[in-house]
């Protein structure tokens, strides 16, 4: 980096020399503060929400492999790095909610560190601001506490990345080791994660092969063809070792350690399932999800993103900047070409324009050395941030209570609206502070130092408000499905139902769940992970097929005939929840606070009926043994 693009933030990292323990102490507190905060966002309440159907799906492949039953179909998960961190799981913390997402929370957490490996290239101050801006990331941390294949595909493309520029940059020896780890993340990447992986796979090798044929120099001080700027063209690639490697590591997780030989069929659904991404069966929440989930969620990272690209095109542009715009750019039309690709496919672009978004938060610490006025002081730049933040609090406060008032449109006409006015007055109040306020700084300290604390307020004011957003979409309305995430959603009544069948079994079994249930539902649903240890379990099509059977549980819209008395209750399961009744005007308000008006709210639910036969429910010795 050179000392005219040097920022004031490097000279936070960057200590004198007679200071060494100073630099290292304040960039370990800062990082260590990061990896703190994103354990805390991905753990706390983490069995709180019950298991959506996809998650409970790719559970139950790693539970029954672990513990199989008679007549209880056994079938290969979609993602084998998912079933890998799940079994794990579940052999040693047991099988919940909790053990079923612990591993690829803490993967998630370790994502947002992964800035450090490339910490030479993007520069100190950078590589910080890229790891604080994915640990707000709302994408990143709902996609971190379900359980989702995305997480630990960033991670196989960044440990390939980082190996690959480490065997380029070494200048003894052959890197065996490192082609080897290179090889090894590689196959992660396409083999054990799945479709959306081998997508992100190619998003990330083309981006990066582009990047490099593009900078790199054809012929160096001697006219000599040079293929590699960083000195390895002396060396040849150690294919044999790579090879030897992808080998090992295909058949070692794509066979759970040999232990689990089937598993290898996953293998091969990572690239049978791109068609299913293409064409999906069965739509999406909204048309271009990945792409909808990023811009709802994540319009910050937008925002700073673009306006690092526009700076970009009027100077030189680096190569990591010229594979961070590649990759927006790719990962853009793969949101589009790939339609049946689930929300956390959105990291396709949160993680590029993190990285530009990184470079715009660097640049409003340098110092305006070209300045032919007295430079601003230092502290000039965090007044613009204060205010900044201070009025955009109050705009957002107003705005919100506008838009919450627009969901009461008639028809969604807006004369049918009676706006308050106070908040109408702090709307235009609030706006007319920012525009004085940028004329009036700029006249103080100069256009520059205006641009960078604005700069500065929008990542930290935004940064804030990602935090809360990301929490409710993971916690606080996890049972919600009126969201763009995911529009089928879980209900918490699932944990009753769950405790009702325990109580049931601790009753009729001794604490063992061997009460016979018949169930009218999916074998790889959230009902059947309800039903995980209870070994008795028959999953049946019809009611007919569990006349007189102790437990049965059927759907709410049927009324069955089982043959004897019985008493019921009904849970509700599932929630769905569709986008198609959502009004124009109702969007400021379900954008800032998930609300909408009139029908655009329209919930269904699934429920189901646990129905115990009479002797059963009253607790009559040797109900159990009686059924026929």
């Known amino acids: 980096m050179s000392m005219t693009t040097r920022t004031a933030a490097e000279h936070i990292w960057t200590a004198a020399e007679s200071r060494p323990a100073v630099t290292i102490r304040v960039e370990l507190i ?41 007549d209880v179909p056994v079938y290969a998960a979609q993602s084998q790095i998912v079933f890998l961190a799940q079994s794990l799981g579940f052999t040693l913390l047991g099988a919940s909610e909790f053990s079923a997402r612990f591993l690829t929370a803490l993967a998630g957490a370790l994502l947002v560190l992964i800035p450090l490996l490339f910490r030479e290239r993007l520069g100190q101050a950078r590589a910080f601001a890229m790891a604080a801006l994915l640990a707000v990331s709302p994408v ?44 090894i993340f590689a196959v992660g990447l396409l083999f054990l994660s799945g479709s959306t992986g081998v997508v992100f796979a190619v998003i990330v090798g083309v981006a990066a092969f582009v990047t490099f044929v593009w900078d790199r120099p054809q012929t160096d001080d001697d006219g000599q063809k040079d293929l590699w700027a960083s000195g390895a063209s002396q060396r040849t690639f150690p294919w044999g070792t790579a090879i030897l490697a992808a080998v090992a590591a295909i058949l070692v997780g794509g066979t759970s350690f040999l232990l689990y030989p089937s598993g290898l069929s996953a293998v091969g659904n990572a ?79 949160t993680l590029p324009l993190a990285g530009l978004a990184s470079r715009l938060l660097t640049a ?40 919450r008032a627009l969901t009461g449109a008639a028809d969604g006409l807006l004369s049918s609206v009676a706006l308050p006015s106070d908040s109408i007055v702090l709307f235009f109040v609030a706006l007319m502070f920012i525009l004085i306020g940028f004329f009036l700084f700029s006249s103080l300290w100069g256009a520059r130092t205006t ?11 935004f940064g804030l408000t990602s935090l809360g957003s990301g929490w409710q979409l993971a916690v606080s309305r996890g049972e919600t499905p009126a969201q763009f995430w995911e529009s089928q959603v879980t209900s918490t009544d699932t944990s009753l139902l ?22 009218v539902a999916q074998p790889d649903g959230v009902v059947a992970w309800l039903l995980r240890d209870f070994s008795q379990t028959v999953f049946v099509r019809d009611y007919q097929e569990a ?82």
Request: charged share 15%; hydrophobic share 55%; aromatic share 10%.
């Open 547 to 628: 006349i007189q059977q102790p437990v049965v549980m059927v759907s709410s819209s049927v009324t069955p005939d089982l043959g004897a008395g019985y008493v019921g209750q009904d849970f509700r399961i599932t929630r769905t929840w569709t986008s198609s009744a959502l009004r124009w005007v109702d969007l400021p308000a379900f954008w800032t606070q998930g609300l909408a008006g009139g029908s655009a709210l329209s919930i269904f639910d699934d429920r189901i009926v646990l129905w115990l036969r009479q002797d059963i429910y009253a607790g009559v010795e040797g109900g159990l043994s009686g059924a026929g």
């Open 498 to 519: 769950r405790a009702t069948l325990l109580e049931l079994a601790k009753r009729e079994g001794g604490g063992f769940p061997d009460v016979p249930v018949y169930a």
């Open 364 to 403: 409003c610490f340098s110092s305006d050395d070209a300045s032919e006025f007295l430079p601003a002081p230092g502290w000039a730049r965090w007044v613009v941030a204060l205010g900044l933040i201070g009025a955009l609090a109050v705009f957002t406060l107003a705005a919100q209570s506008l838009s």
């Open 30 to 70: 800062a990082y260590a503060l990061l990896a703190v905060l994103a354990l805390l966002l991905r753990l706390a309440h983490l069995d709180t929400v019950p298991l959506s159907p996809g998650e409970a799906h790719e559970a139950l492949a790693a539970w029954r492999v672990l513990n199989p039953a008679p």
């Open 140 to 183: 990143l941390l709902v996609a971190s506490r379900e359980s989702d294949v995305m997480v630990w595909a960033a991670l196989f493309a960044a440990g390939m990345l980082w190996a690959v520029q480490a065997w380029t940059q070494r200048t003894e020896g052959d890197g065996a080791s490192l082609a080897a780890v290179a090889a």
């Open 271 to 349: 690239f049978a399932g791109l068609g299913a991404l293409i064409a999906p069966s069965t739509p999406p929440p909204t048309a271009l999800h990945p792409l909808v989930v990023s811009l709802f969620h994540e319009p910050y990272l937008w925002i700073m993103g673009l306006v690092s690209i526009a700076l970009l095109l009027r100077g030189a542009m680096e190569d990591v900047d010229r594979f961070f715009v590649l990759m927006t750019g790719l990962g853009a039309i793969a949101a589009i070409v790939f339609r049946g690709a689930g929300a956390a496919a959105a990291f396709w672009l």
């Open 451 to 461: 641009w960078q604390g604005i700069g500065i307020g929008v990542g930290v004011f």
